[in-house]
């Protein structure tokens, strides 16, 4: 059972579309999955900071994304934003055994980034609904079930949660 809180979206996290019958849709999630496996280096199974996903910033600039969002829609994507980035890596990290989680959290902003935020979000054309208030955003994350235990980690700033910022001020774990 989950219990929202005043202001918190009452949404299961955000999930990419997979189109039926769409090449690209597969042909998306394979090359990933592929460039997932190119990368790899000895150190990743045991790396719980960044669990290995740095590459995708080579690929993906956090920003605005218009939903529904589709596996086929991430190739040609100028920015993802914390929604689109928790799908591809939790999709990355369970083809690779672990078991993952998704979470949602509320978290602490400043004013100044949440004006900015507002205003990139409102340009490109997308709602800016996950920003909460002046000081509060709905962001998304990973608990990741890792050998040396669970790890409550961020894709979008590609650390665990709670490194170098305050704590979420709530959070709801989901099980998919």
């Known amino acids: 059972m989950t219990?929202?809180?005043?202001?918190?979206?009452?949404?299961?996290?955000?999930?990419?579309?997979?189109?039926?019958?769409?090449?690209?849709?597969?042909?998306?999630?394979?090359?990933?999955?592929?460039?997932?496996r190119a990368e790899a280096t000895p150190a990743r199974e045991w790396d719980t900071t960044t669990f290995g996903l740095g590459w995708l910033f080579r690929y993906f600039r956090w920003g605005p994304s218009r939903w529904p969002f589709a596996w086929c829609d991430v190739p040609s994507a100028e920015h993802v934003d914390c929604g689109v980035l928790a799908?591809?890596?939790?999709?990355?990290?369970?083809?690779?055994?672990?078991?993952?989680?998704?979470?949602?959290l509320v978290e602490r902003a400043a004013v100044e980034e949440t004006a900015l935020w507002r205003g990139r979000w409102l340009a490109a054309g997308c709602r800016p609904d996950w920003i909460l208030s002046d000081r509060e955003v709905y962001h998304e994350v990973l608990l990741v079930h890792a050998d040396a235990g669970p790890v409550l980690f961020d894709p979008t700033e590609l650390?665990?949660?709670?490194?170098?910022?305050?704590?979420?001020?709530?959070?709801?774990?989901?099980?998919?």
Do not use: F, I, N
Request: aromatic share 4%.
């Open 3 to 36: 219990v929202s809180a005043p202001g918190v979206p009452d949404h299961p996290p955000s999930t990419l579309t997979e189109h039926a019958d769409c090449a690209a849709c597969a042909d998306t999630r394979s090359w990933l999955l592929a460039h997932d």
């Open 87 to 104: 799908c591809v890596a939790g999709m990355v990290l369970a083809a690779r055994g672990l078991r993952v989680e998704r979470v949602q």
């Open 159 to 176: 650390r665990q949660v709670g490194q170098g910022r305050d704590r979420p001020l709530w959070m709801r774990q989901w099980a998919l």
